[in-house]
């Protein structure tokens, strides 16, 4: 199938487009079978071949929805413009949200005001009773603690004992031949 559609060339962030003719399937910077014209972006200024472009339109040729777009506005063929740009998913919930959002009196908005407190205040008891909770926990496992004695307690407390060492005499200290200590280089 044949298709009129835009091709960019151009540097960057200066982007100029040729309108050429090619399979939908062949890449836009390979060969093409015809060069219709070219479009400026940025000046929103296009030179475009009429006669070749309405000769591809009544042998089959589709557009793109940007050249549909661009020949609409160029007065090359009549009808609607084409929605092109898509949507991102994110954004159209937000819409939605604002939409929902917007009261339409001021009842409903100190009614949705009022709510709105509501869920906080409910959120932070129910962040709050957790914290409650964990504090009681404490006592609870000290108390298990205190009634169970545990086995490296008793080692702990010999621990504790001071030790009793028993000194060489003086005799056997000087029995010992000394020690020295060589450097290393």
Known sequence: MLTIRLSRVGKK???IFRVIISEKTKDTFGNYLELLGHYNPHTN?????????????????QTSGTVHNLFIDHKIISGEKIKVANIK??????????VEKKPQTKKQ??????????DKEEKKEEVQKPKEEKTTSKPKQEEIKAAKPEKGEEAKQK????????EKPIEEQKNQPDQKVEDKK
């Open 45 to 61: 200024k296009a030179e475009l071949k009429t006669d070749r472009i309405k000769y591809w339109l009544e042998k089959g040729a």
């Open 159 to 166: 621990a504790k004992e001071p030790e009793k060492t028993v």
């Open 109 to 118: 908005e100190e009614a949705s005001t009022a709510q709105e407190k509501t």
């Open 13 to 15: 962030r200066r982007s």
């Open 89 to 98: 998913k994110k954004k159209e919930a937000k819409k939605e949200d604002d």
